[in-house]
Structure formats: structure tokens, C-alpha cells
């Protein structure tokens, strides 16, 4: 995975980068410390708002998402992403919504510290339907993928039959 710093393609985008520069500044003088500045990528795809790589230095959020919760990304996202990495440099490997990280949102940030966000996904939700003996259920395609490569089967919570794919397949 390159850490080339993507440019931004959007407006939001754009205010998406002086959001992470007005977060590390306030990062900063918070904790009384320098920080090299992450290189931000927008190429996260699917419900994932953000990842954080510490060991890269690097934040990527979701396009998609961004354009369509612009705000909530920079009450947000960015600080909880940065705080990933904040936690990574003061205290080394520690858990990824532990309690170094929730201090920090609080500290820092003054966020309540969730670990998942609660934006509408539906525009960026791809499922796919399989059946059982309950009806129609919407498997991701991340989870369709591990049926079509043999690799797992899923069982219905309600009704323990296997689940079939609705698609079929061509002969």
C-alpha cells in the first residue's frame, strides 16, 4: 500500500485536510508535543468512514461518505482517526478503542469516544440475497465472496438451515 498523499478531488475533501491540519494543531498544543502530519488518502470504500495505519502515519476515509456527511467527518472521523495515531505514538501498541484512546478523544477532542459511526450507509451498502427456510437474507458482498471461493457456509440465526444463494449461476 503506497502512502503517496492522494490530492484531493473535491471541495470536501479539501476542508477534509485543513480539518486533519486544525486537528493536529489542537493535538499539539493539548498534549504539549510536535507531530509529523499523516498523509490522508480518500479511498476507503464500503460502511468503513475511516482507517488509521499507525505504523504508515496514515488516515483514509471514505469518499463516498465524506461527500454526503461532510460535517460529522470533521466533528468526527478525523478526530477519531488521529487519535489512533496519537495513541500509537504516546503509549506504542495498545488497543484500538482502549482506554488510552478513549482519554484522548475526551482530552484532546472533547468526544464521547465511540468506536462506530452512525451515518446512513445506504448508498454505499451492496448485499447480496440468499434464502433459507426463514426467506430472503442480504449476505455482504465481503461474506458472498467467502461462499463463491469455498471457503466458509452460513447458517440462519433463526432457522439453522444453510443459506443458498438467489443468484444463479449460468451453465
Not at 478531488?9 to 479539501?14: C, G, I, L, N, Y
Not at 489542537?26 to 464500503?46: K, N, Q, V, W, Y
Request: charged share 25%; aromatic share 8%; glycine share 6%.
Amino acid at each position: 500500500m503506497a502512502t503517496e498523499s492522494m490530492a484531493p478531488t473535491s471541495p470536501a475533501q479539501e476542508e477534509a485536510q485543513l480539518q486533519l491540519e486544525r486537528a493536529c494543531l489542537r493535538a499539539e498544543a493539548s498534549l504539549g508535543i510536535m507531530l509529523m502530519r499523516p498523509t490522508l488518502r480518500f479511498d476507503i470504500r464500503g460502511k468503513t468512514a475511516g482507517m488509521a495505519y499507525f505504523e504508515l502515519n496514515l488516515i483514509r476515509l471514505n469518499p463516498t461518505l465524506l461527500e454526503q456527511n461532510p460535517d460529522n467527518f470533521f466533528t468526527e472521523v478525523i478526530p477519531h482517526e488521529l487519535c489512533h495515531l496519537l495513541a500509537y505514538k504516546l503509549y506504542g501498541r495498545v488497543k484500538p478503542h482502549g482506554s488510552e484512546w478513549q482519554q484522548l478523544m475526551r482530552r484532546v477532542f472533547g468526544l464521547s469516544p465511540r468506536t462506530t459511526h452512525n451515518l446512513d450507509t445506504s448508498a454505499v451498502s451492496r448485499s447480496i440475497n440468499y434464502r433459507c427456510g426463514c426467506g430472503e437474507v442480504a449476505l455482504s458482498v465481503r461474506r458472498h465472496n467467502k461462499v463463491v471461493r469455498n471457503q466458509t457456509r452460513y447458517l440462519c440465526r433463526k432457522c439453522g438451515e444453510y443459506l443458498k444463494s438467489t443468484v444463479t449461476d449460468a451453465a
